[in-house]
């Protein structure tokens, strides 16, 4: 239910990469203010981030947040970027559903498992636009968002 939206995006960016065919990384002549790809992507960084440290953390309410805020970010790059190729977007998909399902069960093993393969997803595409020297990893114990609490907030 929760990848509705998203599945929604995805088909009419579907229908708008259908003729957009220039492999164009600059923003669509627009009046509004479209952000640039690197900013989406620094926001995609730290909503990646802070999915690990919510799941590691068993909050799932959080991680299931942060996961419909990274998945934000990817739609909006597909939509805002015609030079990016649908199915660089749509090959994470697996990956996102397997992510909500694992959210949904409270499954830390599932979890982690999505996490990697969505990680891995990431890369794929860095690759493919030459972005090779991108490259995400599953986050080491180290945090470095040390302004916000990942645990869930104790009961008033
Ligand atoms: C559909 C393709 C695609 C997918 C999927 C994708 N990226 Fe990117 N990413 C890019 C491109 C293209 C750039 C280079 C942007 C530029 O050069 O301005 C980039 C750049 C980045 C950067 C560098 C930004 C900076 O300014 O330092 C980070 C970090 C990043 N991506 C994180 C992620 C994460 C995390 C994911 C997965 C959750 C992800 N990306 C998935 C295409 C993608």
Known sequence: MRLRGWMLALAGFGALTAVATAQDLKSPSSDQYVPRLGD????????????WLAGKAQNWELAAYELRQLKASLVEAAVFYSGIPVGNV?????????MSD????KDGRKFAKAFGDLTEGCNTCHRSMKRNFV?????????PFANQQFAPPSKP
Do not use: N
């Open 135 to 143: 490259v995400m990893k599953v986050p080491s114990d180290q945090a």
């Open 40 to 51: 989406i992507m620094g926001a995609a960084q730290t909503r990646h981030q802070k999915l």
């Open 102 to 105: 694992a959210l949904t069960a």
């Open 90 to 98: 749509t090959t994470l998909e697996p990956s996102l559903q397997s």
